[in-house]
């Protein structure tokens, strides 16, 4: 045991050292991990390019939005990513930690285990500004997508979508209690949300109650509020406060409800 | 009065600083109870824990040893006594706390990916004054297997790895739960080593095991939790002698009656099989039977000594303590 000696690297318990540690790690895991990337990055991707080559060989605008199928559809694609990232990958995530029993045995450490939550929120960040990226210049460069995104429209609207759907993530990740009950339940609302978001029709396409609906739920106002901003035009008051408000509740739920073992 | 109090504490805090007077208790755990819903699993449990020394907690399966140092890490909360760690509560001091205490956890699993190397490196970086992650692995015998993931380690593997992370730290204190659960056995002989190597740079280790050769070699002090009540709280070879454990056996030069067998310091029990007289008791029972026997004219020949055994010992005191029954061998 005299053989062992101290770290010769003086690793400091302040902040950043383990934080930046706890980042590198979440990373590397989220990036072994096929659920995160092919949810998160793989999806969005996949839809740009069929929506992209659907609107190259129809051409032509949908209904009297003045707007092609790819332009119509960048927002919606965005939000997929962001759905991908927060209800599957990091409910997943959370929920095994929980059971496996790391995150106790994180909370036996001089590290709160609230950082590894923070780590798992950054690195999901970090997924969907790529998805975000991508989707943008994808649609622009590949696909003649015509954009002309108005920036603090387009970060405010951002910011909101994220807050409002990484939020519903994390009530997932608080109240579903087994690795086997995450994936059904996480599957069935990934799909409910897709179509929210206008995956298969838009609700300007459908009009009515239904369209009504898709505009208030949570994929539906963030998928709006960014249709608005990547034409330059302010988001409409109703989706911010739509997106404010599931923000708030989703929120709420998941402080309340959140168990660490 | 004030002064001869002064200089009481003074004297008592003077000999806690040499380093050789290690008398002062490092944890202390009063009237510990936890229940979960209507089950009693700790019930009113009181000990205390010297610095620097191994001490075990032995008991069958549910019957409180878990939830005891689960109370002393702080990862559970009483539902009445306390524990104090340095004179630090692990509720409300935890974080002072975590900085000096390692622990194991029984049946802790990590994210499946990660690999041996990255979670050493990860829990360094938790804290001010690490061990040095390749020495520890070497140490461990588990270097060569820094790049592989959790998923695919052995269940020993799984084990040194998690001992592993309880180390890392450099800790003061360290809290072992089932230790070499999983282990063949030639790296439960190494890992022994390893303990006895942190025992000796001063670290205080709370071993939680259920094999009774684990306590024997490794523990200075062991506290039996039967039911969630201490049973017995001595050294392995008193409570091993609890049993009736050490035994002699001899052929007398001439007749000894039992009532001479009886008056002889240390002997609790005799039997007698042809020719043969085994006595069994406690302490130094050979020297002190044939010294006894000597001074009244007998003569001992054929002798046979046997120690404790702390297995014996275990199956003795477990079954002995009916549920929720304080009779028995309390030794508080």
Same mark, same amino acid.
């Given at each position: %045991?005299?053989?062992?000696?101290?770290?010769?690297?003086?690793?400091?318990?302040?902040?950043?050292?383990?934080?930046?540690?706890?980042?590198?790690?979440?990373?590397?895991?989220?990036?072994?991990?096929?659920?995160?990337?092919?949810?998160?990055?793989?999806?969005?991707?996949?839809?740009?390019?069929?929506?992209?080559?659907?609107?190259?060989?129809?051409?032509?605008?949908?209904?009297?939005?003045?707007?092609?199928?790819?332009?119509?559809?960048?927002?919606?694609?965005?939000?997929?990513?962001?759905?991908?990232?927060?209800?599957?990958?990091?409910?997943?995530?959370?929920?095994?930690?929980?059971?496996?029993?790391?995150?106790?045995?994180?909370?036996?450490?001089?590290?709160?285990?609230?950082?590894?939550?923070?780590?798992?929120?950054?690195?999901?960040?970090?997924?969907?500004?790529?998805?975000?990226?991508?989707?943008?210049?994808?649609?622009?460069?590949?696909?003649?997508?015509?954009?002309?995104?108005?920036?603090?429209?387009?970060?405010?609207?951002? %910011?909101?979508?994220?807050?409002?759907?990484?939020?519903?993530?994390?009530?997932?990740?608080?109240?579903?209690?087994?690795?086997?009950?995450?994936?059904?339940?996480?599957?069935?609302?990934?799909?409910?949300?897709?179509?929210?978001?206008?995956?298969?029709?838009?609700?300007?396409?459908?009009?009515?109650?239904?369209?009504?609906?898709?505009?208030?739920?949570?994929?539906?106002?963030?998928?709006?509020?960014?249709?608005?901003?990547?034409?330059?035009?302010?988001?409409?008051?109703?989706?911010?406060?739509? %997106?404010?408000?599931?923000?708030?509740?989703?929120?709420?739920?998941?402080?309340?409800?959140?168990?660490?073992? | 009065?004030?002064? #001869?109090?002064?200089?009481?504490?003074?004297?008592?805090?003077?000999?806690?600083?040499?380093?050789?007077?290690?008398?002062?208790?490092?944890?202390?755990?009063?009237?510990?109870?936890?229940?979960?819903?209507?089950?009693?699993?700790?019930?009113? #449990?009181?000990?205390?824990?010297?610095?620097?020394?191994?001490?075990?907690?032995?008991?069958?399966?549910?019957?409180?040893?878990?939830?005891?140092?689960?109370?002393?890490?702080?990862?559970?909360?009483?539902?009445?006594?306390?524990?104090?760690?340095?004179?630090?509560?692990?509720?409300?001091?935890?974080?002072?706390?975590?900085?000096?205490?390692? #622990?194991?956890?029984?049946?802790?699993?990590?994210?499946?990916?990660?690999?041996? !190397?990255?979670?050493?490196?990860?829990?360094?970086?938790?804290?001010?004054?690490?061990?040095?992650?390749?020495? *520890?692995?070497?140490?461990?015998?588990?270097?060569?297997?820094?790049?592989?993931?959790?998923?695919?380690?052995? !269940?020993?593997?799984?084990?040194?790895?998690?001992?592993?992370?309880?180390?890392?730290?450099?800790?003061?204190?360290?809290?072992?739960?089932?230790?070499?659960?999983? *282990?063949?056995?030639?790296?439960?002989?190494?890992?022994?080593?390893?303990?006895?190597?942190?025992?000796?740079? !001063?670290?205080?280790?709370?071993?939680?095991?259920?094999?009774?050769?684990?306590?024997?070699?490794?523990?200075?002090?062991?506290?039996?939790?039967?039911?969630?009540?201490?049973?017995?709280?001595?050294?392995?070879?008193?409570?091993?002698? +609890?049993?009736?454990?050490?035994?002699?056996?001899?052929?007398?030069?001439?007749?000894?009656?039992?009532?001479? +067998?009886?008056?002889?310091?240390?002997?609790?029990?005799?039997?007698?099989?042809?020719?043969?007289?085994?006595?069994?008791?406690?302490?130094?029972?050979?020297?002190?039977?044939?010294?006894?026997?000597?001074?009244?004219?007998?003569?001992?020949?054929?002798?046979?000594?046997?120690?404790?055994?702390?297995?014996?010992?275990?199956?003795?005191?477990?079954?002995?303590?009916?549920?929720?029954?304080?009779?028995?061998?309390?030794?508080?």
């Amino acid at each position: %045991m005299s053989t062992i000696g101290r770290n010769q690297k003086s690793k400091s318990d302040n902040s950043t050292g383990h934080f930046s540690e706890l980042l590198k790690v979440e990373g590397k895991l989220a990036l072994r991990t096929p659920v995160g990337i092919g949810t998160g990055i793989g999806l969005p991707v996949i839809l740009l390019i069929v929506f992209g080559l659907i609107g190259n060989v129809e051409g032509g605008t949908v209904g009297n939005t003045g707007l092609t199928i790819i332009d119509l559809w960048v927002p919606t694609i965005m939000v997929i990513g962001f759905i991908g990232i927060s209800i599957s990958a990091l409910p997943i995530t959370i929920v095994r930690y929980r059971e496996i029993g790391w995150l106790r045995r994180i909370s036996t450490t001089p590290v709160p285990v609230s950082r590894i939550l923070a780590a798992q929120l950054v690195i999901n960040l970090i997924f969907a500004l790529a998805t975000i990226l991508i989707v943008i210049f994808g649609s622009e460069l590949i696909f003649g997508a015509q954009l002309s995104v108005g920036i603090p429209y387009f970060v405010l609207s951002i %910011m909101l979508s994220i807050a409002e759907i990484f939020s519903l993530g994390l009530v997932l990740a608080a109240v579903v209690p087994t690795q086997a009950a995450v994936q059904p339940i996480t599957g069935g609302l990934f799909f409910l949300l897709l179509f929210l978001s206008g995956l298969w029709i838009q609700p300007v396409q459908v009009g009515g109650v239904l369209a009504t609906i898709m505009y208030y739920s949570p994929a539906g106002a963030a998928v709006q509020a960014l249709l608005y901003s990547v034409y330059n035009y302010p988001p409409p008051y109703t989706a911010i406060l739509t %997106m404010i408000g599931y923000t708030v509740i989703f929120a709420f739920i998941a402080i309340r409800y959140f168990r660490w073992e | 009065m004030e002064g #001869v109090e002064l200089l009481g504490s003074f004297q008592l805090s003077e000999s806690v600083k040499s380093p050789k007077a290690k008398t002062e208790p490092a944890i202390i755990v009063r009237n510990l109870v936890k229940k979960y819903g209507d089950f009693v699993a700790v019930n009113d #449990v009181s000990f205390s824990i010297k610095e620097g020394e191994i001490f075990g907690i032995i008991g069958p399966n549910g019957a409180g040893k878990t939830t005891t140092v689960e109370c002393i890490s702080g990862l559970r909360v009483p539902d009445s006594g306390s524990v104090s760690i340095f004179g630090l509560s692990p509720l409300k001091d935890r974080n002072k706390i975590r900085k000096f205490l390692g #622990v194991q956890l029984q049946q802790s699993a990590m994210p499946p990916r990660l690999k041996v !190397g990255e979670a050493v490196e990860l829990f360094a970086s938790f804290y001010s004054d690490p061990l040095d992650p390749n020495d *520890l692995l070497e140490t461990l015998g588990i270097k060569d297997i820094k790049n592989s993931m959790f998923k695919n380690l052995s !269940g020993g593997q799984k084990q040194r790895l998690s001992i592993s992370l309880a180390l890392i730290g450099n800790p003061r204190i360290a809290i072992l739960d089932e230790l070499t659960t999983g *282990l063949d056995p030639e790296a439960r002989r190494e890992t022994w080593t390893l303990i006895e190597g942190i025992r000796d740079r !001063g670290v205080t280790v709370i071993l939680v095991t259920h094999f009774m050769d684990e306590a024997e070699r490794l523990c200075d002090r062991l506290a039996l939790i039967n039911h969630g009540k201490l049973g017995v709280l001595d050294t392995p070879e008193a409570i091993a002698a +609890l049993a009736g454990g050490n035994r002699l056996r001899f052929v007398p030069s001439e007749p000894v009656d039992d009532k001479t +067998l009886y008056a002889i310091p240390g002997v609790t029990g005799v039997e007698r099989k042809e020719r043969y007289i085994t006595v069994t008791g406690t302490g130094d029972l050979a020297m002190s039977v044939i010294n006894s026997l000597a001074k009244i004219g007998v003569h001992v020949s054929d002798i046979e000594a046997r120690g404790g055994n702390l297995d014996d010992a275990f199956v003795k005191l477990t079954k002995e303590e009916p549920p929720n029954d304080s009779r028995g061998v309390a030794k508080p």
